[in-house]
């Protein structure tokens, strides 16, 4: 029994296997996977990428899934890019924004004399706002992990967070 799973290549796209590394490169840039595991394969062709296995093991056949996903999400990385929209909320203390390289300064958040620190991956475009933190990228991966890294910088720590609801948070993805 073989199992598979097929990723149409969008207009734009072209794609090169090389060993087991995965190489997608689109109008917004091109990103690379190593995708290797135990008797699952990867072939492309000029319209699609296959992933297949000809095990019936469980395991093996969700990683048949996983690399097909991942394989989809490259491809609307170098085609559309990804965005998150986080907001920016407090009730006493005003947050300050500051961006630094490849980190980016919360100041006064909850009146704290210190500045909370989040890190911004590579590949990762951060656009701030009013009252608005828009992170951009073409690496699904990069951006959601850059998102989340804001959002746990925010964290509240020793109050009560359903008092205490200052933050940043994630409130729309496109």
Same mark, same amino acid.
């Given at each position: 029994?073989? =199992? /598979?799973?097929? %990723?149409? @290549? $969008?207009?734009?796209? #072209?794609?090169? !296997?090389?060993?087991?590394?995965?190489?997608?490169?689109? $109008?917004?840039?091109?990103?690379?996977?190593?995708?290797?595991? $135990?008797?699952? *394969?990867?072939?492309?062709?000029?319209?699609? %990428?296959? %992933?297949?296995?000809?095990?019936?093991?469980?395991?093996?056949?969700?990683? %048949?899934?996983?690399?097909?996903?991942?394989?989809?999400?490259? =491809?609307?990385?170098? #085609? /559309?890019? =990804?965005?998150?929209?986080?907001?920016?909320?407090?009730?006493?203390?005003?947050?300050?924004?500051?961006? #630094?390289?490849?980190?980016?300064?919360?100041?006064?958040?909850?009146?704290?004399?210190?500045?909370?620190?989040?890190? @911004?991956?590579?590949?990762?475009?951060?656009? !701030?706002?009013?009252? /608005?933190?828009?992170? #951009?990228?073409?690496?699904?991966?990069?951006?959601?992990?850059?998102?989340?890294?804001? /959002?746990?910088? *925010?964290?509240?720590?020793?109050?009560? $967070?359903?008092?205490?609801?200052?933050?940043?948070?994630?409130?729309?993805?496109?």
């Amino acid at each position: 029994m073989v =199992f /598979e799973r097929k %990723v149409g @290549i $969008p207009e734009g796209a #072209t794609v090169n !296997l090389d060993g087991s590394t995965l190489q997608i490169s689109g $109008p917004k840039g091109s990103l690379s996977r190593g995708m290797r595991y $135990p008797q699952v *394969t990867i072939e492309c062709t000029d319209t699609e %990428v296959r %992933v297949a296995t000809e095990s019936d093991r469980k395991r093996i056949i969700a990683m %048949v899934g996983t690399y097909a996903a991942h394989a989809n999400n490259m =491809f609307t990385g170098v #085609t /559309e890019g =990804f965005e998150y929209r986080m907001k920016v909320v407090y009730s006493h203390f005003p947050i300050q924004l500051k961006l #630094t390289g490849d980190k980016l300064e919360i100041i006064n958040f909850l009146g704290e004399k210190e500045p909370r620190i989040a890190r @911004i991956l590579d590949g990762v475009s951060v656009k !701030l706002g009013n009252d /608005e933190v828009i992170v #951009t990228g073409n690496d699904k991966d990069a951006v959601g992990s850059s998102a989340a890294n804001i /959002e746990t910088a *925010t964290r509240i720590r020793k109050r009560d $967070p359903r008092v205490f609801q200052d933050g940043i948070y994630v409130v729309e993805k496109v």
